[in-house]
């Protein structure tokens, strides 16, 4: 039902920041849980972060202290600032919808994150 679409992926270098943003096209943005997952060349998709509607967070060991993520339940957004960036962090982002009434989950068509010298 809700229609996502990911923003902000690049190449940076090891170290570098990305803000990689969310837009949800829903009438009932706060019936979902978000959350951020990443796929790398080979592997499974993982979760990175999670966010509940009233704000309630958790990460992946991985990225713990290092990414944070975020949403504007006025503007239907949700965000996943990533600071210290690694090579292993290089992946394909997906934002994900969670309903929380329907136990579904919906998927964007992801973007790319590469950190590398």
């Known amino acids: 039902q809700v229609q996502l679409v990911e923003s902000g992926g690049d190449l940076v270098q090891p170290g570098g920041s990305l803000r990689l943003s969310c837009a949800a096209s829903?009438?009932?943005?706060?019936?979902?849980?978000m959350g951020w997952y990443r796929q790398a060349p080979g592997k499974q998709r993982v979760l990175v972060a999670r966010?509940?509607?009233?704000?309630?967070?958790d990460y992946a060991d991985s990225v713990k202290g290092r990414f944070t993520i975020s949403r504007d339940n006025r503007k239907n957004m949700i965000y996943l600032q990533m600071n210290s960036l690694k090579p292993e962090d290089t992946a394909v982002y997906y934002c994900?919808?969670?309903?929380?009434?329907?136990?579904?989950?919906?998927w964007g068509q992801g973007t790319q994150v590469t950190v590398s010298s």
């Open positions: 994900s919808a969670y309903h929380t009434l329907t136990l579904r989950n919906n």
């Open positions: 829903t009438t009932a943005f706060s019936i979902y849980t």
């Open positions: 966010i509940t509607s009233n704000s309630l967070t």
